[in-house]
């Protein structure tokens, strides 16, 4: 690439999520740092203004085949995420892939030694690995900050509705139509307290992560999870909890914690904010600055630095990830453990009662819901 000639960049999957990613590259075009090339989405209706020159297609093959983009960003549905990213790194460009990166192991491992021999560089949308929070944290366990570690937790409570698993032909599903679609609490929307979590731990790669339980539960009528727990055992001994619920009263700020036997520490990764406690001592809060993973992408391309969120970085995930979508199905909360909620526009909420305690439970005692005897998950 030309130090002087901004890097081509092309938008895959504009409308959702994925709205955010076309309005960074928008703004990085207006400053620059890059050309928005092309976009592609099958629904091109509703787009803001796009800059003079921008491709518009319906498709990324039609993209590839009319232009040469130095660097994709995926933004589609889960199952596209391989084949997607494969045929963008073999047309010589480098990637932004959302998060998770595949709906298997299987398609994992591929991609990356497609990726590995194209030479190409694949970062993951798990957004909170751009924050500098987390090597903070690292830093400050490395440090002696909370003692010896003793285990690492994470938790999310959040509230998703109807409308919400009605998105999309996929939302909400594990398979459909025959394909692996991972679109559960642990794997999408609250995949990055996963993420973040084993990325504090030091335990991003495939080999980090020996063995994961699940304990997994749906309120909502899908078939994927919205209320779950994991316990995920990592190569040097200790292990990570994970509980989290899009069913809870109101949105709550999910946390990672690392607890060890002189105080813990507490990354509030949505926020970049972390607490540290110790006792004898007041907590210490800090806040830490952000950087957007295609403008780490552009740095990697440009200057040969680490990627923040690499391809690679995922593997633990995707064995955390791999373990829900084969384990065993969640299982439905029956009625009278949960509230339904009538929101305007003809929309339903579910409230799973207690579920926040529950949460705070799962970690305080290590345990998963059933572990934990709770009544709706017998």
């Known amino acids: 690439m030309s130090g002087t000639t901004p890097p081509r960049v092309a938008v895959v999957g504009v409308n959702g999520h994925g709205r955010s990613h076309l309005q960074h590259a928008l ?5 620059g740092r890059l050309r928005l090339a092309a976009v592609a989405d099958p629904r091109l209706d509703d787009l803001p203004e796009l800059p003079a020159g921008t491709r518009r297609h319906p498709d990324l093959d039609g993209l590839l085949h009319e232009s040469a983009p130095d660097v994709v960003v995926l933004s589609t549905p889960i199952h596209t995420h391989a084949a997607l990213a494969t045929a963008a790194v073999r047309a010589g460009a480098d990637v932004l892939l959302e998060k998770p990166p595949t709906a298997t192991a299987a398609e994992f491992t591929e991609l990356s030694a497609t990726v590995q021999a194209t030479g190409r560089l694949c970062q993951v949308g798990f957004q909170s690995l751009g924050s500098a929070a987390v090597e903070h944290v690292r830093r400050r366990v490395a440090d002696g900050r909370v003692g010896e570690v003793t285990g690492y937790s994470a938790a999310g409570c959040w509230v998703r509705t109807r409308a919400y698993y009605q998105r999309a032909r996929w939302a909400g599903h594990r398979h459909l139509d025959g394909r692996v679609v991972a679109d559960g609490a642990l794997t999408n929307p ?8 084993l990325a504090v731990a030091g335990a991003q790669r495939a080999e980090d992560v020996t063995a994961v339980e699940t304990d997994l539960f749906h309120v909502h009528d899908i078939e994927a999870d919205d209320t779950s727990a994991a316990r995920v055992h990592l190569a040097d001994g200790r292990d990570l909890v994970v509980a989290v619920t899009l069913c809870a009263a109101e949105r709550g700020e999910p946390f990672v914690v690392v607890e060890g036997t002189a105080g813990r520490i507490t990354l509030y990764y ?11 001592h007041p907590p210490l809060v800090t806040r830490h600055e952000r950087t957007h993973l295609l403008t780490d992408l552009l740095a990697a391309r440009a200057h040969g630095t680490p990627l923040l969120s690499s391809l690679a970085d995922s593997g633990g995930f995707t064995r955390v990830l791999e373990a829900v979508v084969t384990g065993p ?27 926040e305690e529950a949460v705070a439970a799962a970690l305080r005692e290590r345990a998963t819901f059933s572990e934990l005897g709770l009544p709706w998950t017998r």
């Open 270 to 280: 949505a926020l970049d904010t972390v607490v540290e406690e110790v006792p004898g």
């Open 329 to 355: 199905a969640p299982r439905p909360v029956a009625e009278g453990f949960f509230e339904r909620l009538e929101l305007p526009g003809g929309d339903e909420g579910r409230r799973l009662t207690g579920v």
């Open 27 to 31: 703004d990085a075009h207006a400053a």
């Open 190 to 197: 609250l995949a990055h307290a996963v993420a973040t979590a």
